[in-house]
């Protein structure tokens, strides 16, 4: 009797532990197919200047009922991963200089996700050369049921999602 209490005990300890955790989003890297598009869409080399957030202080959102968290590399917050985001794309675009008279500055309003339809949801608002853009979208990924596997995927999709969200923004201004 007690061997089954104490593997009970193990078995609701570790389920436990393991939920009530952080699931890191990945380092970012850019789309190769849309880094290869931009050399041809982007004429001018942009440079990219502080990045704001309204109320996104924040470096991890909680996931499902809140035990587990979603969270960034480091000491990133979304407004910062963002940034950071499209400095890369550019960089692999070839058309980055930071000490360009063309400088993108951006505003990121919204970022949260949903695992039930497995949408993450991003808004922002980019000036580029005097022209202001909003871009609003939800960008899909593939969920789970399982509170663990859901946010797992919505950690591992948060990198693709930024990537698409980065594209979506410099095609704006074309």
Same mark, same amino acid.
């Given at each position: 009797m007690k061997k089954k209490l104490y593997f009970a005990v193990v078995c609701v300890s570790t389920l436990f532990l393991e939920s009530c955790s952080n699931i890191q989003v990945e380092p970012y890297s850019s789309a190769?197919?849309?880094? %290869? @598009?931009? @050399?041809n869409i982007l004429k001018? @080399?942009?440079?990219?200047?502080? %990045?704001s957030n309204k109320n996104m202080a924040e470096s991890s959102i909680p996931c499902r009922v809140g035990a587990i968290q979603v969270s960034l590399p480091a000491t990133e917050t979304f407004s910062s991963y963002i940034e950071n985001s499209f400095v890369e794309f550019l960089i692999d675009a070839d058309k980055y200089d930071p000490g360009s008279k063309h400088a993108l500055k951006g505003e990121i309003r919204k970022v949260d996700f949903d695992t039930i339809t497995g949408n993450w949801h991003l808004t922002g608002d980019f000036m580029l050369n005097n022209k202001m853009v909003t871009i609003d979208k939800d960008y899909g990924f593939s969920s789970a049921f399982d509170d663990i596997p859901a946010c797992k995927n919505t950690a591992k999709a948060f990198n693709q999602v930024v990537s698409k969200f980065v594209y979506d923004t410099l095609v704006s201004f074309k």
């Open positions: 190769k197919a849309d880094v %290869f @598009k931009m @050399k001018n @080399k942009l440079a990219v200047t502080g %990045f």
